[in-house]
């Protein structure tokens, strides 16, 4: 499993700081929810500890059985799934599963056919991503974190565009696959995001710190 360490984190987006003096420890196996309003940068933090986005003051320091993981090694032990990433379009359903094996292993060494068949769109394996809905892009996108075989496991609002299905299977896929994993979950405070977190951290409690 992955532990993370946040040493005096601080964003600022030109002369605003989003938040400051974040000091945090996130244990290896913890479930964690970050929580806070529109615009509150819960986002922005998890995008720091994904190594997507730098920040602008502190620093974050990861291991993994103990041992400490350089920076560019880290994509290979992170997984995250969020509205601002996009799937590949120009893609098949099948095509964007084999492309996605490439760059990270599945859980259980799924086939490309397998991880379909776990995200229940196996009648649309030779459909085009562009003419996916919205619900059926994010359950791409979930299944493709959810499913890679990494110790760290990221989900900004991961309930966006899902029906109540779309929800229940959420839910079995997050009993079935997360238990031994580190997880953070970005939300609005909808409980059925994180209904499995243990832990909570609120971005307000570190806005405009100075």
């Avoid at 964003?11 to 420890?25: S, T, V």
């Avoid at 991503?129 to 996108?141: A, C, D, H, P, W």
Wanted: charged content about 20%; some cysteine; aromatic content about 10%.
């Amino acid at each position: 499993m992955l532990s993370i360490h946040l040493n005096n984190i601080g964003k600022k987006f030109r002369r605003e700081w989003i938040f400051r003096h974040l000091n945090y420890e996130i244990t290896a196996g913890q479930k964690l929810v970050i929580l806070g309003g529109n615009g509150s940068g819960k986002s922005t933090l998890l995008q720091i500890i994904s190594g997507f986005v730098a920040a602008s003051e502190g620093a974050l320091s990861y291991k993994f059985s103990e041992n400490t993981i350089a920076p560019e090694q880290l994509h290979r032990h992170i997984s995250l799934a969020s509205p601002y990433l996009q799937v590949i379009e120009d893609f098949t359903l099948l095509e964007m599963a084999e492309h996605a094996r490439c760059f990270k292993p599945l859980l259980n060494a799924l086939s490309a056919k397998e991880f379909i068949e776990c995200i229940h769109l196996t009648n649309a394996s030779n459909k085009y991503l562009r003419e996916f809905s919205s619900g059926m892009k994010q359950r791409v996108k979930l299944g493709l974190a959810i499913l890679s075989d990494t110790p760290l496991l990221l989900l900004d609002e991961p309930l966006s565009n899902l029906d109540k299905a779309g929800i229940a299977w959420y839910k079995e896929m997050i009993k079935n696959y997360a238990a031994s994993r580190t997880v953070i979950v970005c939300s609005n405070a909808i409980s059925e995001e994180y209904f499995f977190c243990d832990t909570q951290l609120n971005v307000m409690e570190y806005k405009n710190k100075v």
